[in-house]
C-alpha cells in the first residue's frame, strides 16, 4: 500500500511537471533567437529566416532591456520590446578634429564625408564616422551609429541551449 502511495505521488509530480511545458527563459540561459530591428520604422538589421543566432541572456550581446524581453519566454514564443537610446544618448563631446596628416596616405586620399574610419582611442579599438574634411582636418563622430535612437526590437525564442 504504501509503495502504491509513492508511485501514485511520483506519477502527479511528473504530471505536473510535464503540464508546466517547456522550460522558460532567464538570466545566463544560452538561447537560440530569430531577430529584427527596426529604426524609424525601417528594418535595420536581422538574422536569416530560418537561421537563428546564438545569444546569452544578460551577457550583454544587446541592449539590456532587449536582453530581458528575452526571460520568462519558451521556445515558440515572440517579444516585441522599444528600446529608447538603445545605444546610448547621443554625445556632442564624441566629435572630434584631428589632422589628416593623423591618417596613412592610403587612407587620406579615400577620406570622404560618411565614410567609416577604425581606429583606436584610450587603448581601445574604434569606429568613427567622418563629419566633414577641410581645411587640414577632419571631423569624426564617435557616437555608436545608433546612438541617440530608439530601437525596436523583435524576437522569436527558438531555443534554450542552457
Known sequence: MRR???LAL?????AAACSRGPARAKAGDKVRIEYAAYVDDKLFE???PGKPVDLTIGAG???APAER???GLRPGERADVRVPDAYGAYDPKKI???????FGPDLRKQLAVGKVVLGTRGGQGVE???KKVAGGK?????NHRLAGKTVAFRFLLVSITK
Not at 511520483?10 to 511528473?14: E, G, M, V, Y
Not at 572630434?96 to 593623423?102: D, I, K, L, R
Not at 577632419?138 to 564617435?142: A, K, P, Q
Open 46 to 48: 536581422s538574422s536569416e
Open 96 to 102: 572630434e578634429e584631428v589632422p589628416v596628416s593623423a
Open 128 to 130: 568613427a564616422v567622418v
Open 138 to 142: 577632419v571631423t569624426l563622430d564617435f
Open 69 to 71: 524581453s528575452l526571460i
Open 61 to 63: 550581446q544587446l541592449p
Open 10 to 14: 511520483c506519477a502527479l509530480a511528473a
Open 4 to 6: 502504491a502511495r509513492v
